[in-house]
Antibody, heavy 122, light 113 residues
Framework: QVRLVESGGGVVQPGRSLRLSCAAS????????MYWVRQAPGKGLEWLAL????????YYGESVKGRFSISRDNSKNMVYLQMNSLRADDTAVYYC???????????????WGQGTLVSVSS | DIVMTQSPESLAVSLGDRASITCKSS????????????LAWYQKKPRQPPKLLVY???MRASGVPDRFRGSGSGTDFTLTITSLQPEDVAVYYC?????????FGGGTKVEIK
């Protein structure tokens, strides 16, 4: 079955960087767009980033554009989120998510990781 | 960006009663060539990832009880829980996947009265 396991979360000071990783298994990784979604404490779901199955396209939400960067390694079934210039309002649980349909960039989501907590605090 | 507006923010319903949540998009998310609405509904419980309930506005995801029903088209959508059960206590979110950026509604918290 599909498994998505995030890692790399933790406590980080404002202005610093952090890289999240997501190990994927149980599906043909190289055929699916991969996404990151977060939920801040007491807040709703916020889509952050997408990378196409073949790395041809990247899309970002406005709140993270220019600060966060998504990447993937199809040889290792891994997806990453590089987070720079972190702010207190980036504190959230970050989810790695798989798109439902192969190849397409825009999707709904049926497989989510358990999430990793990022706390930005001095 | 397509703004998704959910209402109410919260509702309390007696066990066995109906719960209805509405979601309105700021522009149509109906793709006319295939007559599909690009809308999904999720259930979110504390300390768990979101769970897909409905996609294409009306299609129930695999394993989702039939008391969960999605309806609507164009810009106005509804998620109905026809007979509320204790395990349905959660926050529910709609999401449009018509165009980027993908956007979620603000969420609706469902509780037992």
């Amino acid at each position: 079955q599909v498994r998505l396991v995030e890692s790399g979360g933790g406590v980080v000071q404002p202005g610093r960087s952090l890289r999240l990783s997501c190990a994927a298994s149980g599906f043909n990784f190289g055929k699916y767009g991969m996404y990151w979604v977060r939920q801040a404490p007491g807040k709703g779901l916020e889509w952050l980033a997408l990378i196409s199955y073949d790395e041809s396209n990247e899309y970002y939400g406005e709140s993270v554009k220019g600060r966060f960067s998504i990447s993937r390694d199809n040889s290792k079934n891994m997806v990453y989120l590089q987070m720079n210039s972190l702010r207190a309002d980036d504190t959230a649980v970050y989810y790695c998510v798989k798109g439902v349909e192969e190849v397409v960039d825009i999707n709904y989501f049926d497989d989510w990781g358990q999430g990793t907590l990022v706390s930005v605090s001095s | 960006d397509i703004v998704m507006t959910q209402s109410p923010e919260s509702l309390a319903v007696s066990l066995g009663d109906r719960a209805s949540i509405t979601c309105k998009s700021s522009q149509t998310i109906l793709h006319s060539p295939n007559n599909r609405d690009f809308l999904a509904w999720y259930q979110k419980k504390p300390r768990q990832p979101p769970k897909l309930l409905v996609y294409w506005a009306t299609m129930r995801a695999s394993g989702v009880p039939d008391r969960f029903r999605g309806s609507g088209s164009g810009t106005d959508f509804t998620l109905t829980i026809t007979s509320l059960q204790p395990e349905d206590v959660a926050v529910y979110y709609c999401q449009q996947y018509y165009r980027h950026p993908l956007t979620f509604g603000g969420g609706t918290k469902v509780e037992i009265k």
